[in-house]
């Protein structure tokens, strides 16, 4: 708001600024004066609004580098057993904490969560695309063992692998015909 005003006193002038005004022009006033003043305010704000925009666009073209980077990484090294944090810290060439703070940011997951949901996503195209045992997609997707395996898709999908398999299998027989 720039105030036009009668005012001439100093305090007067304060009191408006104040209250919020960017600009105290005081009677009688230049009509170029004001229309400046009014352009130049425009101006800066669009200036600075830009500014924004950019840092932002910054921002979101590094937040998709990481998620692709951290889904390039897992998809590499799921079916590793021993696949760890440093590991994907060195993959990421990023320090443990900065790894950690962006996995909860952009997942909000830490690493391991992560690695297991994504070993979990992975199992489901083993169970619905192959006749391998229970036992070797557990292995293919880096589970220590069948038990560990079967009890956390469970937990994730609400029933069994086998049960999962069964029914996706029908299913797609079902849309087949």
Do not use: W
């Amino acid at each position: 708001m720039i105030l036009l005003t009668a005012k001439v006193a100093r305090e007067d002038r304060i009191v408006g600024l104040k209250q919020g005004a960017i600009d105290y022009l005081t009677k009688p006033f230049l009509k170029e004066e004001l229309l400046l003043k009014v352009k130049n305010h425009v101006q800066l704000k669009t200036d600075v609004t830009a500014i924004i925009c950019q840092q932002e666009g910054e921002k979101a073209v590094l937040t998709v580098q990481f998620v692709k980077r951290v889904t390039e990484l897992l998809e590499a090294h799921y079916s590793q057993k021993d696949y760890q944090l440093s590991k994907l810290t060195d993959g990421l060439v990023m320090s443990r904490s900065a790894v950690q703070r962006n996995l909860k940011r952009y997942f909000s997951k830490n690493f391991l969560e992560l690695l297991k949901e994504f070993r979990l996503r992975k199992s489901t195209d083993y169970l619905i695309n192959t006749d391998l045992s229970l036992e070797r997609i557990a292995g293919q997707c880096g589970f220590g063992s069948q038990s560990y395996f079967s009890s956390s898709f469970k937990t994730a999908f609400a029933c069994s692998p086998l049960r999962y398999r069964t029914e996706k299998q029908f299913l797609r027989q079902i849309n087949e015909t």
